[in-house]
T-cell receptor, first 113, second 113 residues
Framework: DVKVTQSSRYLVKRTGEKVFLECVQD?????MFWYRQDPGLGLRLIYF???????EKGDIPEGYSVSREKKERFSLILESASTNQTSMYLC????????????FGPGTRLTVL | AQKITQTQPGMFVQEKEAVTLDCTYD???????LFWYKQPSSGEMIFLIY??????QNATEGRYSLNFQKARKSANLVISASQLGDSAMYFC??????????FGAGTRLTVKP
């Protein structure tokens, strides 16, 4: 079974802090994704990566950056957290190709005060 | 980027009846995939069913079937013989040649006993 883990289930940070969300997968998947989930908006793609050191912007990259130094790890960075970044963050992984489903981590609920 | 629309924020169905959850998509690619995921109150994302753009037959997986109408760009999920455990959020998603995946806003299904 694919295992996708995220570093924290719940996180509380203060405005202006730098925040790191980590995602690790154990199935050698090429693709990794970061989404945020908000009520009524569904899942919105922040960034994705199809290879080590490669990254592509999704629909809402502003205020976020990512890092993928190793194939199994994809980090989401909030350079200076703001209250409007309070959300559920979901990491997903998948094999390359359009016909492959994604596997999700349990999510991190981030609250920025 | 592709766009997914789910027009039903909430749906109710009586236990043991069938229900259809709507999904329309908008992509300029000829090759693409369509997916449905279930998210129960526990928050995990569960892959349900997949349809490829060149598949001529509608996909089926147990009580789930995907009503794929390519010309109308719709990929509705049909759940037959609803069960109480089907109560959850349901997300439609679309993958394309850019290696990414986009999700709709979701439909909250409630199964009544």
């Amino acid at each position: 079974d694919v295992k996708v883990t995220q570093s924290s289930r719940y996180l509380v940070k203060r405005t202006g802090e730098k925040v790191f969300l980590e995602c690790v997968q154990d199935m050698d998947h090429e693709n990794m994704f970061w989404y945020r989930q908000d009520p009524g908006l569904g899942l919105r793609l922040i960034y994705f990566s199809y290879d080590v050191k490669m990254k592509e912007k999704g629909d809402i990259p502003e205020g976020y950056s990512v890092s993928r130094e190793k194939k199994e790890r994809f980090s989401l960075i909030l350079e200076s957290a703001s209250t409007n970044q309070t959300s559920m963050y979901l990491c997903a992984t998948g094999l390359a190709g359009i016909y492959n489903e994604q596997f999700f981590g349990p999510g991190t609920r981030l609250t920025v005060l | 980027a592709q766009k997914i629309t789910q027009t039903q924020p909430g749906m109710f169905v009586q236990e043991k009846e069938a229900v259809t959850l709507d999904c329309t998509y908008d992509t300029s690619d000829q090759s693409y995939g369509l997916f449905w995921y279930k998210q129960p109150s526990s928050g995990e994302m569960i892959f349900l069913i997949y349809q490829g753009s060149y598949d001529e037959q509608n996909a089926t997986e147990g009580r789930y079937s995907l009503n794929f109408q390519k010309a109308r760009k719709s990929a509705n999920l049909v759940i037959s013989a609803s069960q109480l455990g089907d109560s959850a959020m349901y997300f439609c998603a679309n993958s394309d040649n850019n290696n990414d995946m986009r999700f709709g806003a979701g439909t909250r299904l409630t199964v009544k006993p």
